[in-house]
């Protein structure tokens, strides 16, 4: 582990010549698969770990050398010694989850989607701002360096105006009781699971859309198994979405422009390559540069040098941006009838 060279700032709490301390808070697969991670990232420590149960807590601690276990959320979030927690509970616990380790006086990085809809996230971004604590949601597509890559030369008119975003994260998932997948309780169905990316995705190069369309087919349960939606602009542009737990496709993405388009043939999430089609020029293909860990590390790094720099928020993946893709997932459940309890 690395150390940072100076003026660390954790929220409120600075802190000199040291590593960045974090918390993971639950221990499923993906809390595994991001400290994973977080263990090949300079400067990062990752020095607790909270659980709705000591013994699952204990576990985790020994598989991945954590210093300090705990058996319940708040457990973490008073621990003095916790500069960030990672939020890797299912999704309809961020709120809770997130907000009690804000006032506990951490930074946090909550996994995607952010919250269950745009209420909850609004309530999350307003505990950070009183604080003046960093938050950010781990939408690690935005931090995904070949992502930026392909965000820049749009930014730059490489293939003209963007007009239109077409993507598509469809993952079939065979049904199994009591998953939280298909679990209204648990934020279930495809849109928030995997629709959250094809939708981040159109933000990222078209905005905030104009208009939302939609249609889904739900289970028995009410959730979603599939779903498509389309975006309207009024400069114009649209794009067209679509997610499922039905089926596995090729999860590709193409951005089009008016001079030209670029394509991501497969994980546009993450990829590893992409394509830039320029009107009457051959195709150039962009690879990957070697990843930090499986992909997960941009994200510790990207809430690093948010904190070294005493940033409350990252730029690559703003607050703003968050409740925004809420917002048009709220429209898309509000059009095909998906609601949780409580809502
Ligand atoms: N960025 C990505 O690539 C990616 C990939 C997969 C998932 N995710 C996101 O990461 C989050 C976690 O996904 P996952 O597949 O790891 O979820 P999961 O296995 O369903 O649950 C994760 C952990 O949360 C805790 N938990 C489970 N049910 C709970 C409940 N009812 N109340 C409170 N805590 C509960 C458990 O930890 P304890 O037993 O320790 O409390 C569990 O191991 C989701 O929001 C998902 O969207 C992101």
């Known amino acids: 582990m690395g150390t940072f060279p100076s003026g660390v700032a954790t929220g409120g709490t600075h802190v000199h010549d040291r590593s960045v301390r974090w918390g993971v808070l639950a221990t499923g697969p993906m809390a595994a698969a991001f400290t994973e991670d977080l ?24 598989r991945f050398s954590i210093p300090r276990a705990y058996g319940s959320w708040q457990d973490l979030a008073d621990d003095p010694d916790v500069d960030v927690v990672y939020v890797a509970t299912p999704h309809a616990h ?15 990085l909550c996994e995607k989607p952010f919250a269950l809809n745009r209420s909850q996230t ?14 950010m949601e781990g939408m690690w597509t935005f931090v995904n360096p070949l992502v930026r890559r392909a965000r820049e030369m749009t930014g730059d008119g490489l293939i003209g105006e963007v007009t239109s975003v077409h993507a598509d994260f469809s993952a079939r998932v065979p049904v199994v009781p009591g998953s939280r997948l298909r679990d209204p309780a648990a934020g279930g169905g495809a849109l928030l699971d ?15 859309p104009d208009h939302v369309s939609a249609w889904a087919h739900l289970n028995d349960d009410g959730v979603d198994e599939s779903t498509a939606m389309v975006l309207g602009y009024d400069n114009g542009a649209v794009a067209v979405l679509s997610c499922s737990l039905a089926f596995s496709s090729a999860t590709g993405a193409v951005v089009y422009g008016t001079e030209g388009r670029i394509e991501f043939p497969a994980d546009f999430y993450h990829p590893r390559s992409f394509v830039v089609h320029r009107d009457g020029r051959a195709p150039q293909v962009v690879e990957a540069e070697p990843r930090v860990g499986n992909g997960y590390g941009h994200q510790a790094l990207e809430v690093m040098n948010c904190l070294r720099e005493k940033r409350t928020e990252s730029a690559l993946v703003p ?25």
């Open 319 to 343: 607050l703003r941006g968050s409740l925004d893709v809420m917002t048009t997932l709220d429209r898309v459940r509000a059009l095909v009838g998906v609601r949780y309890p409580g809502e």
């Open 194 to 208: 995997l629709g959250t990316y094809p939708v981040s995705f159109a933000h990222l190069f078209l905005g905030a």
């Open 122 to 135: 609004e309530s999350m971004i307003a505990t950070a701002e009183s604080r003046s604590l960093f938050l």
């Open 39 to 62: 263990r090949t990232v300079p400067g990062a420590d990752v020095v607790a770990v909270g659980s709705r149960s000591r013994q699952t807590a204990q576990a985790f601690a020994e």
């Open 94 to 108: 961020h709120l809770a989850a997130a907000t009690l380790c804000l006032e506990g006086g951490k930074a946090v």
